[in-house]
Nanobody
Framework: QVQLVESGGGLVQAGGSLRLSCAASGTIVSRNTVGWYRQAPGKQRELVATITSGGSTVIATSVKGRFAISRDNAKNTVFLQMDNLKPEDTAVYYC????????????WGQGTQVTVSS
């Protein structure tokens, strides 16, 4: 059974930093694509960053230059480093993984709240 557990969210002032963690069990993150998405109140969930099994990354334009996604294979964990945070980054951040077996299935964590004060 695939499970993802996010952590690292919290309250931070504008200009500050946070590092989110997504710890996986039941699958190996380095063999699949893992992504971070976020959803602010009243808005649709949006892509923040993804990392493929080959290590290629995609960063959303809105956070490019401030956020980075990385992976620790030994810990089976994916990270989202968020620097120079802005109030508009306030959202619940979700980790998702796309696992290919006989079909493609996506799994999601419970989310972690990030609040940036001005």
């Amino acid at each position: 059974q695939v499970q993802l557990v996010e952590s690292g969210g919290g309250l931070v002032q504008a200009g500050g930093s946070l590092r989110l963690s997504c710890a996986a069990s039941g699958t190996i993150v380095s063999r699949n694509t893992v992504g971070w998405y976020r959803q602010a109140p009243g808005k649709q969930r949006e892509l923040v960053a993804t990392i493929t099994s080959g290590g290629s990354t995609v960063i959303a334009t809105s956070v490019k230059g401030r956020f980075a996604i990385s992976r620790d294979n030994a810990k089976n964990t994916v990270f989202l480093q968020m620097d120079n945070l802005k109030p508009e980054d306030t959202a619940v951040y979700y980790c998702g993984i796309w696992v290919v077996t006989t079909s493609l299935t996506d799994y999601w964590g419970q989310g972690t709240q990030v609040t940036v004060s001005s």
